[in-house]
């Protein structure tokens, strides 16, 4: 079983930068695939974001150039920087684990981007 805890969520305004993390149990986090999805308002839940347990990032097409993810095995914790926010990118950003093939969520973390 492998817990994740995210944090770091907010409100900001347009052009403003967040940095979410998201912390996991297990000793074996530097194998594990981690992920941000978001989910907003009357819309289906999206992939954001990947880095795999060699560092190998993935983002969507609406967040390159703008969102970075970035692990620490040392730490069990893998952030999320999402610098230039739109309204757009308003939703509630999970944390998402692959740990050798079983699947783990967090409890979410509310970003808002409004003036």
């Known amino acids: 079983q492998v817990q994740l805890v995210e944090s770091g969520g907010g409100l900001v305004q347009p052009g403003g930068s967040l940095r979410l993390s998201c912390a996991a149990s297990g000793r074996t986090f530097s194998r594990y695939v981690m992920c941000w999805y978001r989910q907003a308002p009357g819309k289906q839940r999206e992939l954001v974001t990947t880095?795999?347990?060699?560092?190998?990032?993935n983002y969507a097409d609406s967040v390159k150039g703008r969102f970075t993810i970035s692990r620490d095995n040392a730490k069990n914790t893998v952030y999320l920087q999402m610098n230039s926010l739109k309204p757009e990118d308003t939703a509630v950003y999970y944390c998402y684990c692959n740990a050798l093939g079983t699947s783990f969520w967090g409890q979410g973390t509310q970003v808002t981007v409004s003036s």
């Open positions: 880095i795999t347990s060699g560092g190998s990032t």
